[in-house]
């Protein structure tokens, strides 16, 4: 099996001054190695495919065979790490906590220790009216099971 620390000094080291950083590194048993990069101005399928070359070509398929994949996280992924974070600034982002509570408002900076959203509250005592007001929420990654974007069509 190829090793996973392998793969991550082989990204790091072709990333490196790029801007590209590191979201996931996923090998399997079977060498099925998935790689996800992302950028603060996104990534191209150039950038895919040059990072995907250089792995390949410092690895020997005749010592073990493998399949490699490069990609940018898609739409549908959570974020997983701070640079993620950072780049979604000012999007509407769907929060789901450890214990299952579900939050959604525009992330608006990150912490040390996690995030703080802007979540529109509505007063339920006015039945008619309610008043609706924002709200500053901050999670703690450790207690976050899940943060994604949210896409809108308007």
């Not at 950083?21 to 895919?48: K, M, P, T, W, Y």
């Not at 299952?100 to 339920?124: A, F, P, S």
């Amino acid at each position: 099996m190829i090793d996973r620390g392998t793969i991550t000094e082989l990204v790091t080291r072709h990333i490196k001054g790029t801007g590209l950083f590191i979201v996931d590194i996923h090998v399997s048993r079977s060498n099925d190695i998935r790689i996800l990069v992302d950028n603060q101005l996104g990534v191209s399928i150039q950038e895919c495919a040059e990072l995907s070359r250089a792995i390949e070509s410092s690895l020997s398929r005749d010592e073990q065979d493998f399949n490699l994949e490069v990609s940018s996280p898609g739409l549908s992924e959570p974020l997983k790490v701070l640079p993620q974070y950072i780049k979604n600034i000012g999007r509407e982002v769907e929060v789901i906590t450890i214990e299952g509570q579900k939050h959604e408002g525009k992330l608006i900076r990150t912490t040390d220790n996690g995030l703080i959203i802007e979540e529109i509250e509505k007063d339920k005592k006015k039945k008619k009216r309610p008043e609706i007001k924002a709200v500053e929420k901050e999670f703690d990654f450790d207690r976050i099971r899940s943060t994604k974007v949210l896409v809108s069509y308007k």
